[in-house]
């Protein structure tokens, strides 16, 4: 990694120079003011107060409340901030100036770092797919016939996408008991949360342009955790025939350091074989493909219970955006696209607790005893990740976190 | 109605003083410069030249591109507004400051009048869905069995929604051929529309709030028409287990008109009865119920194919708000809500080719004598709806109307 002058940042910090993610903070002298941050060890960069500092002209890009513009300017004006900021954190001769612009990072909040557009949920874990199909369709395939030509994916509520901490009340609804002729209505008995991926999208098309599969890095900005918090007994009473609706609409948490596609290019990784020919705008076969190698970690109340890996993802990113706007639907800037429940072939990758508890037929048992078929109020669910970077360095992701509170009658 | 000094206003105009809706346009000497605008007869006020000209204080809620400050104003402001409007055009005093302000209809570009947050679609007409489920799933209950104790949705794309007169270009996509194993790459061959109602939310609430069947006309400013553009071929390929994806996202039109709600009282009626009891969160039988008498008429260029009734819908837009945050999901400042395609018992009151053409295996013949199983390149296709309005007038919702163009390679 090149060297920095930050005496304190450990050689093998996730968030060293090699990564610089993104995010907004405030801090409780200005807690009304959201400012653009880049994180860098345990410290965050102040970015705009940096740039102006160092006379740099990405200001005019870097001092807003989001990174919504930043997003939109596109891939040569978020390499140019890059190579700048690169710059700034390992050139000696700016430590005076740049130095006073790093805030402890235990002294900031933490904001949702864009506006989120339109936000669109994968399902592209053949492992998760499959589990989920034999659970609640145990008398037919366990794939629907179309799951291996194309990304299935349905669009979610952007209105609710809340940032890291932001506790999650267990939804209200209707959920039909096993046995019952008809519905009732109540707190959520099954509420799960989904280990994901998600992509931010900083460059627009017009309505009618497709984005090839190569056009991934044009468009995306960068990557991020997601929790898709799931009513499962609302889902499941609710999804036929038009998909989850509020079994999925009262929360999706997303972690506050948006990683630059950048940071990621030793984290690419070819994507496990596909046993069915996909039509040519879907074949990457001929590309550089975009599996990517992110290693997560789920712990509840602090105890991991799971580690699935990305780069068992059948789907890339590539082909989800190139799925998504075949039709000449158009991007807007702030789009977010999540990879689906990410799950890996062994029990201890199992990215829900739906598939960790085999639909509450076997309940994890946690350190302290107690059992969890679902979550249960006080609980927190906690998804981290890292991927391999330039040499032996990682890239962090931070945390996507929440607890759950009771439900309000 | 309120009498109106404008001499050239008909009697029987559907946009008289008693409507008064609301949009965004511009002038060709600002083109790129939009204003709220007020529509009455053939004419379109400048709303904020108005208020300003006249010394309203409402102003600053006028003065913008879009109708969005306007609608996070909420109720009493929505009130105060329409209530200055009135005084506007029937006070013979104003009419010197008051009649320079309105432009000619057919002077003006008419814009999205709102910026979309999120955009829900349901599934609310009995008739429709009982017609879509005898098709798509011959073997089993047309209903499905949570049917007729929720109003089923699903979330669409917001970035995807569009003007009436915006041209829609056909969707490539993946669809599977009847009897085919697998899907082939094309354009949509089954290319379809749905007459629909939408509905926009100006109050937004916090996250965990829930909206009452009572609160309707705190949250929702006005009702617009909406044509739910759909690939049949693409969607039915895609749609199980998640829902509709590219098969609704490549266009959404709306109607340029955004009829208050306070301009629907004589409309309200009572929604047919249900012969399945409802949750107490969803029965309505105790308050004055929000079935809305608005009489669509579809035209196939120029020709009209169909006359569904709203007054018909199983499910009222309060029930759909209310199941909508049921679980605690926000509102925000312009999220649309669409009733779901309005079909009627009969076969003239169908709103989609789907059913009007029985899933192709009855062709529409058109006065040209050309048929019509599906929508081809060329085709307009247009929603017109009226209310009825205090005493004997008619309260007008203007078009959504839109043309086929082929599909880019």
């Known amino acids: 990694m090149p060297a920095t002058w930050l005496e304190d ?43 102006r500092a160092v006379g740099d002209p990405h200001v005019e890009l870097l001092d807003h409340p989001t990174l919504n ?15 700048a900021v690169t710059t700034w954190v390992t050139d000696p001769g700016l ?36 589990n989920v199909g034999r659970m609640f369709r145990p008398d037919s395939d366990p794939l629907p016939a179309n799951w ?21 009340v267990r939804p209200m609804g209707q959920r039909r008991a096993p046995g019952s002729a008809g ?9 799960d949360f989904e280990a994901e991926v998600g992509f931010v999208v900083g460059t627009p098309t017009a309505l009618g342009e497709r984005v090839p599969l190569s ?66 705008y879907l074949d990457d076969s001929g590309e550089q493909p975009w599996g990517l190698d992110l290693r997560l970690t789920v712990s509840l109340n602090g105890h991991p219970i799971s580690r699935p890996r ?21 991007l807007r800037t702030g789009d977010l696209f999540a990879s689906g429940t990410v799950s890996g072939p062994d029990r201890e990758q199992r990215g829900s607790m739906l598939e960790l508890s085999w639909s509450g ?23 981290t990740a890292w991927a391999p970077g330039p040499g032996s360095s990682r890239i962090g992701f931070g945390e996507v976190t929440g607890r759950v509170l009771p439900a309000r009658d």
């Not at 989120?116 to 949920?121: E, I, P």
């Not at 918090?229 to 506050?256: C, H, M, N």
Request: charged share 20%.
């Open 9 to 51: 940042l450990p050689e093998d910090s996730p968030f060293g120079p090699d990564n610089l993610p993104y995010g907004c903070f405030t801090t409780d002298d200005a807690p009304t003011s959201p400012r653009v941050g880049i994180r860098i060890g345990d410290r965050v960069l102040d970015a705009a107060a940096c740039a």
């Open 69 to 83: 513009p930043l997003l939109a300017a596109g891939p040569a004006a978020w390499r140019a901030v890059r190579a």
């Open 95 to 130: 430590r005076p100036v740049v130095q006073p612009c790093l805030v402890p990072l235990d002294r900031v909040r933490l904001h949702l770092p864009f506006e989120v557009a339109d936000y669109v949920d994968f399902y592209s874990s053949e492992h998760h797919a499959t």
């Open 148 to 168: 291996k030509h194309l990304p299935i994916g349905y669009h979610g509520r952007a209105g609710t996408v809340v940032v890291s901490g932001t506790p999650v």
């Open 183 to 191: 519905p009732s209505y109540g707190a959520c008995l099954r509420l």
């Open 215 to 280: 056009a991934l890095a044009e468009h995306v900005f960068g990557v991020c955790l997601v929790n898709d918090w799931s009513a499962r007994d609302i889902q499941s009473w609710e999804y036929v025939p038009l998909g989850p609706f509020l079994g999925k609409s009262f929360a999706t948490s997303v972690s506050p350091w948006i990683v630059p596609l950048d940071a990621l290019q030793a984290a690419r990784t070819a994507p496990p074989a596909r046993d069915v020919e996909l039509l040519p």
């Open 310 to 330: 990305f780069a068992d993802m059948y789907y890339t990113p590539a082909q989800q955006l190139t799925h998504m706007t075949v039709n000449g639907a158009r």
């Open 361 to 383: 037929r076997e309940p994890l048992v946690l350190p302290d005893g107690t059992e969890r078929a679902f979550l249960e109020d006080g609980d927190e669910l906690t998804v």
